[in-house]
């Protein structure tokens, strides 16, 4: 629980994505060369302020996260917790992750969406990718830049998530609760 809400509540702030190189949503590698090529005409500022609201939306998103993870500790099962404690070292982030990515994906999809139409960011990605699909003999990039962004964002709080799980697990000084100094203490 303290993993996943330092997780969350890091990856919500202002810039929790933006300015965290580990997990910054970039333009889609896709369109690598449609970034490229606006910065050297000079259209830097765009190629900029669209990666801006790439990570506005997935620091929105990330705000909904919580209650999702807490809905899927509160159904853990003795098999689960074992699991979780006799497990790698981000066990309880892949159980989170095989748990939860439905739901976040759900949730996250609408918000990053807003975001995005906030800048014209889907309706000029979109035209610009189905017209190089077009192209003969092109291989096809990824035309929906919300699923895009969206599983960016997921992977970037998973990210997140695991660091914080590997520190408890590591480091004494990061269990701060009762709970935590019993359950990884004797592990210690």
């Given at each position: 629980m303290q993993g996943i809400s330092k997780g969350t509540d890091q990856a919500s702030k202002t810039d929790g994505f933006y300015l965290n190189r580990l997990i910054r949503i970039p333009f889609p590698p896709d369109a690598q060369r449609v970034a490229n090529t606006l910065r050297s005409i000079g259209l830097g500022s765009q190629v900029d302020k669209?990666?801006?609201?790439?990570?506005?939306g997935a620091e929105d998103a990330a705000k909904s996260a919580k209650p999702i993870f807490l809905s899927a500790i509160k159904s853990l099962t003795f098999t689960d917790v074992w699991n979780i404690l006799t497990?790698?070292?981000?066990?309880?982030t892949q159980y989170l992750q095989r748990t939860t990515t439905p739901q976040l994906?759900?949730?996250f999809k609408p918000i990053?969406?807003?975001?995005?139409?906030?800048?014209?960011a889907t309706r000029y990605y979109t035209d610009l990718s189905t017209r190089y699909n077009k192209i003969p003999l092109v291989t096809p990039v990824q035309t929906d830049l919300?699923?895009?962004?969206?599983g960016k964002a997921i992977d970037?709080?998973?990210t997140l998530v695991a660091q914080e799980e590997a520190n408890i697990r590591e480091n004494p000084v990061a269990r701060t609760t009762e709970l935590l100094k019993r359950v990884f203490g004797s592990k210690s």
């Open positions: 669209f990666e801006l609201s790439l990570n506005r497990g790698e070292k981000n066990a309880a994906t759900t949730a990053i969406q807003q975001s995005l139409d906030k800048v014209g919300n699923q895009y962004a969206t970037g709080l998973f």
